[in-house]
Nanobody, 122 residues
């Protein structure tokens, strides 16, 4: 049972990036999948969530309009697409899962994947 995050890299300001979180050993059908990020020197913050049970989505207010989360049921993956990237989006991005409602709080998820680094710089 694990989560595997991927897709990070170096992106120029204004660019776009699609991350991926693959779940193995369990189905996302009955789980929420949450993305968090931790910028250098800052705390962990939730960015988006998708609920596998009903497809509902939750976004951090400050990222609405630039972030879209989607799910591939067949691949058992979740993809956050980030547009108009800014240097302040530079962070290690983590995916995590839980069985409750969609949340952006790290203490409400149980299983974490490893992080993937996103660097926004020219």
């Amino acid at each position: 049972v694990q989560l595997q995050a991927s897709g990070g890299g170096l992106v120029q300001p204004g660019g776009s990036l699609r991350l991926s979180c693959a779940a193995s050993g369990f189905s996302l059908d009955n789980h929420v999948l949450v993305w968090f990020r931790q910028a250098p020197g800052k705390g962990l913050e939730g960015t988006s969530c998708i609920d596998g049970k009903d497809g509902s989505k939750l976004y951090r207010d400050s990222l609405k309009g630039r972030l879209t989360i989607s799910r591939d049921n067949f691949e058992n993956r979740v993809y956050p697409q980030m547009n108009s990237l800014k240097p302040e989006d530079t962070a290690v991005y983590y995916c995590a899962t839980g069985t409750g409602w969609c949340t952006l709080w790290p203490d409400q998820v149980a299983l974490w994947g490893q992080g993937t680094l996103v660097t926004v710089s020219s």
